[in-house]
């Protein structure tokens, strides 16, 4: 499946000279080797790999247990049987004390306003990791609680994370975009009975007012009969004032008018962070976990419309995002890493939180916009800590793309190395502005494939080893076996089209949906037994590599945020005027796609700006904004096959203005199309 001979061709990249060096992997032909050693001997593979780190007690069974073909029983996968460990332990301890790295600086955080910065080291940040552990400890917390972090990109969402890992709690970790509905759903989804979280915090020149969002969804879960036992609130906002909540006003965006916000106080449920880890001791007992026991549940858009809670296990994720980390950004104790992505998403979990601090790596970690202050936010902060390593996402790229070189070059981001991207497929002209404008064609682009589910890099490149194409995520990484399947479940051999799935497990694939053993089973593992289905289309070109096509179910890519269209459309049925919604994704010059909406409205009512604005608005608060409806389309009627089932593949052709509609004389009623056309939003 993967060519034996280095592929060449006038289209792939090769990465740059000076990193040959210090390749981790020298050649495509080690690629290669270490490639099948992974598969064909796993425990060999991984087991050197277990080695680098710290087990309380080794593994007594089989290193790799599991079964992906439902028809022959449950679904599950097992790691290491019988190992016991710590994942802060690894992350923390042993880099301080075996590897005596204590002084070395874990994280320079960089806030939303340039020149609010500061740094911690190792040490420190084991300090107050162990202090909040031991505050979780005394609050009552006990191994296996579930405990909601809803907080921006600062330090303290780090140690919160680290320290629900130290006493054994699993972290649920909410984006601070989401809105308190998603928050309350979340929260009562995984019976948290612990929330931390932040006052506010500047996006840009926008205030947040978190607590007040957190408040309305602790309210709502307690009409729904469940009960939050306490709230943890860091001060992020120096002046932040208590007041009683008849004071505040609900709305959380008021403008940026002081640093500070006033936020209501319910002395029953709220303590100040830095009140509870005044007193707290800076020593703290791991908890000694299986290497089976959940580390965190981390909600994902699902196509049914309700999130589905993925959890995440110690060990085997411990050991595969550190060793992705290691191998795909080619390591060096001496490189400066920054993963731009919020903690909220899975690529923050991985590549800010776990992976670089598994690597004892030194990282950048930012709170703030690329446009704020302006549009070299990202390039002045490579030059301030000289960045070597750069993560970010498509839609960013495109984003700052649009500003023109000028703004990258005010900056000399000479000491870059390895660029990466991640979630979603970057399109050619991005990937060459990224290539030769943002990495002054020296750094090679490490496409990274994966998802939520995944834990960790899928099909990515490796600098040096592989060569590069354009938009393309080229190989699997180690350990991770790749299919092509048709739509009759067979496997595609050569260049072929079809379902991305995968046919073994790796160490870091999630467990289970929370709560929800069949919803597991039957999201990943029924349309083709024996396969764990990504939902995703992809391609494999003559030379063996592969190319995502996107999603095949009914999800979509915002800004590399999966919503799914079932979501928004029970978002939008929830307004009063409407009585039926179908919202399909559309393409955009930066977000990649967005949405494009199609209401039904009920009788009596009239399709207005003001309905429209309302309509937006509705999605905003149900979901987060980042689901914000770029287009609404009045629809008196919506293309039905005879069962009633709506044809999303036609509507998206009308909101595209694509002439050719398909087959559509499986509708019930043709004409609906025909007043569709012609009412279609004029999109950009
Ligand atoms: C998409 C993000 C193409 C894909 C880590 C996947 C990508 C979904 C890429 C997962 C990529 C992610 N090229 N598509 N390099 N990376 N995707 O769970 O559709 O937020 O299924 O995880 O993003 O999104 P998630």
């Known amino acids: 499946m993967i060519p034996d001979k280095t592929p060449v061709g006038g289209d792939t990249f090769h990465g740059a000279a000076d990193l040959a060096q210090r390749a981790h992997v020298l050649s495509f032909q080690k690629y290669k080797e270490l490639y099948l050693q992974s598969v064909q001997s796993p425990q060999e593979f991984w087991g050197k790999i277990a080695k680098e780190f710290y087990w309380k007690t080794p593994q007594t069974g089989s290193f790799l247990d599991y079964n992906f073909d439902h028809t022959k029983g449950k679904i599950y996968i097992k790691l290491m049987e019988g190992a016991t460990t710590n994942i802060c332990y690894n992350l923390l301890d042993r880099n301080v004390y075996d590897k005596k790295l204590g002084d070395k600086i874990a994280f320079y955080w960089e806030g939303n306003e340039p020149g609010d910065s500061m740094e911690i080291t190792y040490k420190d940040l084991l300090q107050q990791v162990c202090k909040f552990a031991n505050v979780l400890r005394a609050q009552g917390v006990k191994k296996g609680d579930r405990i909601s972090i809803y907080m921006p990109m600062i330090m303290e969402l780090v140690v919160a994370m680290l320290a629900c890992a130290r006493i054994g709690a699993v972290h649920s970790i909410v984006f601070a975009g989401f809105s308190s509905e998603s928050l309350c759903e979340r929260i009562m989804d995984s019976c948290c009975t612990f929330i931390v979280a932040a006052d506010g915090f500047y996006r840009g020149d926008k205030l947040i007012n978190l607590k007040l969002v957190v408040d309305e969804a602790l309210r709502k879960c307690r009409e729904r009969d469940f009960q939050v036992s306490k709230c943890i609130v860091v001060k992020h906002l120096g002046g932040t004032e208590e007041t009683c909540a008849d004071e505040t006003s609900t709305n959380p965006q008021s403008p940026p008018a002081k640093r500070s916000c006033q936020i209501p106080w319910d002395a029953n449920v709220d303590v100040w962070w830095h009140e509870l880890v005044k007193g707290a001791s800076d020593e703290c007992e791991p908890e000694w976990c299986d290497t089976e026991d959940p580390l965190f549940i981390l909600y994902t858009s699902g196509s049914t419309g309700k999130p589905k809670g993925v959890l995440h296990t110690i060990g085997g994720y411990l050991l595969y995002t550190a060793t992705t ?304 409806p770029d287009y609404i389309q009045n629809a008196p009627g919506l293309p039905k096959t005879r069962s009633g089932k709506i044809m999303r593949r036609i509507l998206r052709k009308i909101a595209r203005n694509e002439k050719d509609l398909g087959d559509i004389s499986t509708l019930a009623d043709e004409s609906v199309v025909t007043e569709l056309v012609s009412n279609r939003c004029k999109t950009t």
């Open 325 to 628: 980390f290691k191998y795909v950004f080619n390591y060096q104790p001496d490189d400066v890493y920054w993963c731009t992505a919020d903690i909220g998403w899975v690529t923050g979990h991985s590549y800010v939180t776990y992976a670089p601090l598994a690597n004892g790596a030194t990282s950048v970690m930012f709170e703030g916009l690329p446009t704020y202050p302006d549009s070299s936010r990202f390039w002045e902060i490579i030059d301030k800590y000289k960045v070597t390593t750069f993560y970010t996402a498509p839609t960013a790229i495109r984003l700052l793309m649009k500003y023109g070189d000028g703004p990258v070059k005010r900056f000399s981001r000479q000491s870059l190395k390895i660029l990466g991207t991640v979630g979603e497929p970057i399109n050619p002209e991005a990937w060459h502005w990224y290539y030769k404008v943002i990495g002054n064609g020296r750094c090679p682009i490490m496409d990274t494939f994966w998802q939520t589910e995944t834990g960790g890099h899928m099909l990515t490149p490796l600098p040096v080893a592989i060569p590069l194409k354009p938009g393309s995520a080229t190989f699997p990484f180690f350990g991770v076996v790749p299919a092509i399947l048709n739509e009759s479940g067979e496997e595609l051999e050569g260049e072929a089209e079809g379902y991305l799935v995968f046919k073994k497990p790796w160490p870091s694939i999630m467990r289970t949906v929370y709560g929800n053993q069949e919803r597991f089973e039957d999201t990943y593992f029924k349309k083709f037994p024996g396969y764990f289905v990504t939902g995703d289309g992809c391609k494999r070109d003559k030379d063996g590599y592969y190319w995502i096509t996107g999603r095949i179910d009914d999800m979509l890519n915002v800004s590399g945020h999966l919503l799914s269209t079932a979501e928004v459309e029970s978002a939008l049925i929830e307004h009063p005027a409407i009585a039926e919604a179908a919202v399909v994704s559309h393409p955009h010059p930066v977000k990649g796609e967005c949405l494009y909406c199609f209401v039904t409205l009920r009788d009596g009512h009239e399709f207005t700006k003001t309905l429209v604005t309302e309509l937006k608005n509705q999605v905003r608060e149900k979901i987060s904004p980042i689901a914000t």
